[in-house]
């Protein structure tokens, strides 16, 4: 695809794509009710919390989108944080944390994320020569050093999708019917930091493009 033409199926989707990334995160919201937060409605039995975090969405794609052509830099990657933990949702939100997080499912504990390191390492993989290797490697180096306080595999997708979307390679997104597969190679992943097994998976069920047709038109 073009830029363009990866803009255009981003946009198309987005509603789906915003919900399939909530319910990862485990945010209890059907198709329906994100699609009318979305639209700015209130939705009965949907929390507070839960819908700032859905309008967070919503503008944290809008900037994504609106900001293709920059870097997808360290300062890129903490502005999409602030965006997703806005509205007083995360803590310091944009901000790297300084305190110890656990994450659910293992025992394994990330370290304190040091600002010239994270830099240095996220310089090492801008240089991956393959678009959609790239990106895949960002998002699943932000979810595994969890920079933030929260919010981190948002973060870490909306990254790896402004270079998927700069790039013309499609989208990244976690079908619900593999998000339990996904969570588990995720976590084998956090444990192992080894990439191979996630990243073949996420090469072959969780990218979603259209093949346009480039060639030009004969007259």
Not at 97 to 104: F, L
């Amino acid at each position: 695809m073009t830029v363009e033409q990866n803009i255009f199926v981003a946009k198309r989707n987005i509603i789906d794509y915003m919900w399939k990334s909530a319910r990862l995160e485990g945010i209890g919201v059907t198709y329906p009710d994100t699609e009318a937060i979305y639209n700015g409605l209130t939705v009965q039995g949907v929390s507070v919390k839960d819908t700032v975090a859905i309008n967070n969405l919503k503008h944290s794609c809008s900037f994504v989108l609106e900001n293709v052509d920059y870097p997808t830099d360290y300062p890129f990657i903490c502005k999409i944080n602030q965006i997703v933990g806005g509205d007083s949702l995360i803590s310091n939100a944009g901000f790297i944390r300084k305190v110890p997080v656990s994450i659910g499912g293992t025992t394994w504990k990330p370290d304190i994320p040091i600002e010239s390191k994270i830099k240095e390492e996220l310089a090492d993989i801008l240089t991956i020569e393959s678009p959609t290797e790239r990106a895949i490697t960002l998002m699943l180096h932000s979810m595994r050093r969890q920079m933030f306080l929260d919010g981190n595999k948002r973060t870490g997708m909306l990254a790896g999708n402004h270079v998927m979307i700069a790039n013309g390679a499609g989208i990244i997104t976690i079908p619900i019917e593999h998000q339990r597969e996904f969570t588990g190679l995720l976590i084998e992943f956090y444990e192992t930091n080894k990439l191979d097994k996630i990243t073949n998976f996420i090469y072959d069920k969780c990218i979603d493009g259209i093949a346009f047709d480039n060639s030009p038109t004969q007259i």
